[in-house]
């Protein structure tokens, strides 16, 4: 279960129980901090935490907040400034600043099938917005309502108008992952809520640490694979969802599942690896395959694998070279056609 389907049975679940609760979203942050805009976490009647928006004191204070949210069942908003000895704790803002929506859901029922709707849409795997409507800023904040929009354009919730949400159309498409956007005296937090796709990282060396972590941050959950502990390692790719320390590469997708929204990237540090992570790929569902290479390499490596009976069909569908051609040498610029590659094939399979 990924996370927004977490977050989303979590709050229903919580709702359906008649029991409130605070939703605490990301909704801007400076600076460099373990999560992203639009991270949510849930802090129940009874105090429980469900999810992390990042932990140390910025998490521990908005669960602390989020106590006295509960108690007067009114939402706030939380700016957190860091400085000084605070900047410098593990996994904070270095001298930044984040922007925090406490947002207090009732068991009322509205917000029991705006939940409803919303662990749907998720369940369903499609490409969706959440939207927050927000009037007045501190003690005057006001939450006018929730609502679900979908690609179709069909809207579920009561608070924002038609003409709201033609409104808001021209500038939801720039929203990667969550952004507040104004609307008359008032304003929405949008929440973009993409089918989940997971890129699976063959290879944790030089060009994997860049390509890991802008695939993160555009959006993708990410596994890395190697047979090096030494690299593949959380210090070296911290925003990976998952990291496997394989023995061998000949069983490199073992025990993986491996559907149209998996996204493989082999980047080993060898063709004889790339090659036998390749065969192995080729016989699976996925949505994408894509093999770091030059050109001779490819040739090579595909007509080895032709004489052992793959079908030239099979090789077809293989990016390689892997990325848009952008004329990159450096491994930072190597990722960036990467990742420019994956997100062109996730929205044309979203499309």
Known sequence: MNENEYLAKTVNEQ?????????????????????????????????????????????ATAIRESRDVLSSAKSKILSYKLSGKDAAAPGMICGGKAELLLDYLSESAENREFSARWREAVSLGN?????????????????????????DGHVFGASLTASDIEKLKPELHTVST??????????????????LKTVYCFGAGHVAV????????????????????????????????????????KYALAGTEIDADSFIVIVTRGHQYD????????????GYIGMISSRRKKEAIFQALIAQGVKKEQLEKVHSPIGIDIGGETPEEIAISIVAELISVRSKQSA
């Open 275 to 286: 090659r036998t992570v390749l065969e192995q790929a080729l016989k699976t569902s996925a």
């Open 127 to 151: 490409d969706f917005y959440v939207l927050t409507h927000l009037k007045g800023a501190d003690s005057a904040l006001k939450i006018l309502g929730h609502a679900i929009l979908h690609r």
């Open 210 to 249: 860049p390509t890991a972590h802008l695939a993160a941050l555009a959006g993708f959950r990410v596994v890395v694979i190697d047979d090096r502990p030494e690299f593949a390692s959380m210090e070296r790719f911290p925003e990976a969802a998952n990291i496997h320390v394989i023995q061998d590469f």
């Open 15 to 59: 709702l359906e129980a008649g029991r409130p609760l605070v939703l605490i979203s990301i909704m801007s942050l400076q600076g460099s901090t373990p999560r992203h805009s639009g991270t949510k976490m849930v802090v129940g009647a009874d105090g429980k935490c469900y999810g992390t928006i990042g932990g140390s004191l910025i998490e």
């Open 178 to 195: 969550t952004a507040t956007l104004p609307l008359g005296d008032t304003r929405v937090m949008v929440d973009r809520i993409r089918k």
